[in-house]
């Protein structure tokens, strides 16, 4: 039975679909109600659960494990891929106000910050547990500024700290728990092609090709199946090659 936040978005709707096509029992955990429910009617699957939720309100994450416990008895991992951001989110750095800056850092790193913490607990007393945190290529290696030039879009640095610190924060709690069996993994995606605009997706392509919205599905079966059981506080970097090329002569 997995849990995967942020279900109804992007990257979401791929995982819970390929979760169920591998015989999973899913909760979809997403803040959005109406998405939620018209997520779960396309489905229209009894594998599949809603639950609303808030990954930055305590009380929220702590409903979501006790409702996913009601509903199908244990909890084998959960997928932390929500992607909260505030209204100001996306300026690019001088326009970013020091109260946006953490007001960012504290929805999308506290929120995820706040399930590890939370799920591992449960895990415990559970006995077993899998965390799965979505990182990105930009919390390893800095943003190619010049492939946003002439569009509206920046690499925002908020996200930049809040990846990089996903990808750490992985390794601490894996650390933490080395003795139970829990494990925490990170997946950090390259772009995904999402409709951007031409002259972004070209400049982007140059180093190596935007990934489709299922090139993830595969890393997550790996991760939340025992193929990986020796797997523990690492990051999978899942890009095409992007955040290599131009670096060690690629
Ligand atoms: N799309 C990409 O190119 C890309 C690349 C690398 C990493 N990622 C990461 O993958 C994850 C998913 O990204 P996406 O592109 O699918 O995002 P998205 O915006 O398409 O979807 C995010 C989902 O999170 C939900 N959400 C927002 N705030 C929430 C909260 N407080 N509690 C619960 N749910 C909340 C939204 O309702 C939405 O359904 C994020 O961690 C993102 O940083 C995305």
Redesign the pocket.
């Known amino acids: 039975m997995i849990v995967i ?10 995982f819970v679909q390929t979760c169920l096509k591998n015989n999973a029992k899913v909760v979809l ?4 109600e109406e ?2 429910n018209k997520f779960l009617a396309e489905l229209d699957n009894p594998s599949a659960f809603f639950v609303k ?5 305590e009380e ?1 994450v702590d409903s979501l494990i006790s409702q996913s416990v009601s509903k199908f008895g244990k909890i084998d991992a959960i997928v ?6 505030n209204k100001d989110y996306g300026k690019k750095v001088e326009d970013v106000s020091f109260a946006s800056f953490n007001e960012n850092v504290s ?2 790193l506290g ?2 910050f706040l399930c590890m913490k939370k799920f591992a607990q449960f895990f415990k007393t559970q006995g077993f547990g899998n965390v799965v ?6 919390g390893v290696m800095a943003p190619r500024f010049e492939i946003y030039a002439g569009t509206e879009m920046t690499m925002p640095v908020e ?1 930049a700290a ?2 990089s610190a ?1 990808i750490h924060l992985t390794k601490y709690f894996a650390s933490y728990y080395k003795d139970t069996k829990i494990r925490f993994n990170a ?8 409709d951007q605009p031409k002259d972004f997706v070209e400049k982007y392509n140059k180093y190596a090709p ?2 489709k ?1 299922d090139g ?1 599905n595969e890393t997550l079966i790996f991760l939340l199946s025992d193929d990986s059981i020796g797997k523990n506080g690492e990051n999978f970097v899942v890009d095409n090659g992007w955040s290599e090329k131009g670096t060690k002569g690629a």
């Open positions: 936040t942020g279900a109804c978005g992007l990257i979401g709707r791929e955990a997403d803040i959005s998405a939620g939720t808030d990954i930055t309100n929220s932390n891929n929500a992607y909260p951001r929805m999308h929120g995820y945190s979505m990182g990105s290529i930009y996200y809040i990846k996903v997946i950090s995606p390259g772009g995904i092609f999402n935007m990934l919205k993830l």
